[in-house]
């Protein structure tokens, strides 16, 4: 079992930055590959970034490469999103989530509650 609580969540003006953090309980959280979600009001949620359990290999949906840099440190059980030169369009609920195999696209089983990312023009 894996309990997920993201912070770093705010209001920030286009053009701006953000980290969100994810802190994971479990003493297996090294074992499991690491995604950030997002929701938009209105819209299904989509997948934004992933990391193996060993921070080896990432993936970004095609919108925020080259803006935002997933990394995790196993040793704290934390897992981060850096989001630069950010714009309206990024506004959404941002969830961590946490899957046991390796395929990053896949099913995550791990899920926090969120944190608001508002991203004015």
């Known amino acids: 079992q894996v309990q997920l609580v993201e912070s770093g969540g705010g209001l920030v003006q286009a053009g701006g930055s953000l980290r969100l953090s994810c802190t994971a309980s479990?003493?297996?959280?090294?074992?499991?590959?690491m995604g950030w979600f997002r929701q938009a009001p209105g819209k299904e949620r989509e997948f934004v970034a992933a990391?193996?359990?060993?921070?080896?290999?990432?993936d970004y949906v095609g919108s925020v490469k080259g803006r935002f840099s997933i990394s995790r440190d196993n040793a704290k059980n934390m897992v981060y999103l850096q989001m630069n030169s950010l714009n309206p369009e990024d506004t959404a609920v941002y969830y961590c989530?946490?899957?046991?195999?390796?395929?990053?696209?896949?099913?995550?089983?791990?899920w926090g509650q969120g944190t608001q990312v508002t991203v004015s023009s």
């Open positions: 990391i193996t359990w060993s921070g080896s290999v990432t």
């Open positions: 479990g003493r297996t959280f090294s074992t499991y590959s």
């Open positions: 989530a946490a899957r046991s195999g390796g395929w990053l696209r896949g099913v995550y089983d791990y």
